[in-house]
């Protein structure tokens, strides 16, 4: 357990450098309580764009904290927190004009990669079973941080031609859908989650009326760590 906070901090040192999540490295413990429990979350999303022709899976891997509020039935909770580093997206797509002749000529016979970032914030009420498996059901909703199209092309073996177009006035600031989640939880009920969720994204998030519905979906592939809850422990003896 030591090994994995230690490894987990210097991610979130190094790679994630959000604030929001530092702070709750620092007071964790004050998050805690009998009635509430607080930790990071993390880990691997596999995510798509529905809507968008000949999209492939893009992966990537997001970061945020979570809480579970306890109900008055022990076995209920209501399980909210921050995906502050969530991406999204979709890779494979077909390279588009860029009005710019050089450029479409550079990049002919590459592809694109859509790159959409939120804060997801899930909603959900969460049941723990007797045997430490959990489901969890509810909302998400996201506020757009920035969106960005990367152009790709094979230049020579190991040398490849990327350009960035950055695309947040595409897109709407808001998404929002339908989250389920399964999951166990590990140290017989008192150590860390580990879980799969699904996002099923049920706004179109382009702005362009034009153009079919584009919805966000994803799976998510993480790994929840309490802070603080042996501090509570403590306390509490």
Request: proline share 3%; glycine share 10%; charged share 20%.
């Amino acid at each position: 357990m030591k090994k994995l906070f230690i490894i987990l901090c210097l991610v979130l040192t190094v790679h994630a450098g959000k604030s929001q999540v530092l702070i709750s490295l620092v007071f964790g413990d004050k998050l805690n309580s009998d009635k509430m429990e607080f930790g990071l979350d993390g880990g691997l999303t596999l995510s798509d764009i529905q809507g968008l022709d000949q999209s492939k899976v893009l992966r990537g891997f997001n970061l945020g904290f979570y809480f579970d509020f306890k109900m008055k039935n022990p076995n209920w909770m209501l399980n909210t927190g921050v995906l502050v580093k969530s991406p999204m997206g979709a890779r494979g797509l077909p390279v588009y004009s860029l009005n710019n002749p050089d450029l479409d000529n550079a990049f002919t016979g590459g592809s694109v990669t859509t790159n959409l970032r939120y804060f997801n914030v899930p909603v959900m009420m969460k049941y723990q079973f007797k045997n430490k498996f959990f489901a969890k059901a509810g909302i998400q909703l996201g506020l757009m941080n920035k969106a960005f199209d990367e152009f790709s092309n094979s230049i020579v073996a190991d040398d490849d031609l990327k350009f960035e177009r950055r695309t947040k006035n595409l897109y709407h600031p808001l998404d929002a859908g339908l989250a389920l989640g399964i999951g166990y939880r590990l140290m017989k009920g008192k150590g860390m989650n580990i879980g799969i969720q699904y996002y099923l994204g049920l706004v179109d998030v382009k702005m362009d009326d034009n153009t079919p519905d584009q919805m966000n979906r994803a799976w998510y592939f993480n790994v929840g760590i309490p802070i603080g809850k042996a501090s509570v422990k403590k306390k509490a003896e």
